[in-house]
């Protein structure tokens, strides 16, 4: 008899993030191999209410730590609510989504339950009754497959590559409140300071319209924002463009940027880099656009228009905006 | 993990990092921000980019370098690992098509990325 699975449901404000159902219907897949259930945990204030939404991705109990002191992700407080109701349920696996809540959370759950982490996974299977994870490893040239030994086996799976699926019919979960005990702690989170009024994050967008050193200049960006904003999209850059000065870090997409994983990804002046084809090759479809036919950017790119993007892209805008309209 | 089993707070993705005192004031690089944390020292950091420009060791350093002891550990073998069952090679991502040239490509890119790409 296997423990029961164990999902760390993020929100985001009092939303769950896409990630957080992504892991849940990855939770509920593994839970019907092991023959056992899927307990999700929320964390966060004003979370409560949200918390029944988890059954529709096949969640079967959910325990909720809702106070005003878990607004912000604080490492120490979230790890000992995530360890206690760990220590108490037994579970056989402890799934996470790799977001940077994620991804702090998980090794220092891992280090007290004495077992191990994979991180950045992209794909888990059972086989033998036992957990085989997949993961990129040298910056994404190979993929890992790793057995865990330890219990619980604890991974964090990387944003857009789960697909999130509702179950037929949806799951009433059983809704347990946990008290919140605060652990000593020598941290203090003070605030969040937003980037302004950007409304999805990169790791979790579905539309990125990417520009690298062909922008020519920071001011340039607008046409591509317009583009982002007629799709519904945002707008990442190359690390040549953030080298520049011309975007901030946390729009790079990249080796040393973020990993991501959009239906589309539309490149503009980006010749494609080993560094930055890293960071967005598992993009379900790529888009370039460059003026020079022989960038490297078009040996892996489904789609590819040799032209100018001062020329393309509001082009393409227009095209967009009519297409948008009718549809 | 370090800084957990030592006991003291970590603060990871920095991206900006101010001491003074005994407390350090860092910000974390997360989505669509950046959170703000004060850490009493000791403390770990860990490091994103942008938080410091690598600086190149003049010469008299690079030669003093070379004087400085370095102390071999021999490492702890911990049976409790990931353990590789194989590596492979991603799927290759074979080159697409290239549409067209300039703005007459637009209305045929857009049809494909609704039609055969199903993306919007």
Known sequence: MHGPILVFAESSGSEFRKSAFEAATEARRLADLLKTEVHGLSIGQGVKDQATSLGKFGVDKVSVADDESLKLFHPDLYRQIA??????????????????????????????????????????EIRDDELIATRPAYAGKVLLKV???GNPKVATLRPNVFTAKEVTPPISPRIESLSVEKPATRMIVKEFITHGAKKQDLTEAGIIVSGGRGMGGPENYKILEDLASVMGGVVGASRASVDAGWRPHSDQVGQTGRTVSPTLYIACGISGAIQHRVGMINSKVIVAINKDPEAPIFGFADYGIVGDVFEVVPALTQEMRKYYGKN | MVAELLGIPCVTQVVKLDVSGAKALAHREVEGGAIVAEATLPSAFTAEKDLTIPRYASLRELVAARKKPILVKEPLHFPGVLEIVSVQYPPPRLPGR???????????????????????
């Open chain 1, 147 to 149: 057995r865990m030994r």
């Open chain 2, 98 to 120: 290239v549409l067209g040239k300039g703005v007459e490509a637009v209305p045929i890119l857009v049809k494909v990325l609704h039609e055969e790409a199903k993306v919007i």
């Open chain 1, 83 to 124: 360890l206690d109701l760990a220590k108490k349920i037994n579970p056989s696996v402890i799934l996470l989504p790799a977001t940077s809540t994620g991804k702090d959370l998980a090794p220092r759950l891992a280090i007290h339950l004495n077992t191990v982490v994979a991180t950045e996974c992209t794909e888990l």
